[in-house]
């Protein structure tokens, strides 16, 4: 499969973004989506995830109450709305996809990543 990720941007912090990937060449809804990101000098880490049909989702403690993930199965995209941004949200977002769920950058498949930075 695969995902093109879309809509990062430059903005102040507060401000909200939505992110989506779109995937093509494989069975969207028979894979776990998942929103990573890695933040200048630092590792890559997980954001959320998303079940299959949507109703499970995880979220990293960082992101738990601002960041809301989504996904639209007739249209092949998962979504990640970011309200309230803060600077140290500053990072390169990327999609992932699995049959598998994970926490861990065990996806097999991978977005080419879109820029996120946020400003004071």
């Known amino acids: 499969v695969q995902l093109q990720a879309s809509g990062g941007g430059s903005v102040q912090a507060g401000v909200s973004l939505r992110l989506a990937c779109a995937a093509s060449?494989?069975?969207?809804?028979?894979?776990?989506m998942a929103w990573f990101r890695q933040p200048p000098g630092k590792e890559r880490e997980v954001v959320a995830v998303i079940s299959q049909r949507g109703s499970s989702t995880y979220y990293s403690d960082s992101v738990k109450g601002r960041f809301t993930i989504s996904r639209d199965n007739s249209k092949n995209t998962m979504y990640l709305q970011m309200n309230s941004l803060k600077p140290e949200d500053t990072a390169v977002y990327y999609c992932?996809?699995?049959?598998?769920?994970?926490?861990?950058?065990?996806?097999?498949?991978w977005g080419q990543g879109t820029q996120v930075t946020v400003s004071s």
């Open positions: 060449g494989g069975i969207f809804n028979s894979y776990w």
């Open positions: 992932a996809a699995d049959t598998r769920f994970s926490v861990v950058g065990r996806y097999s498949y």
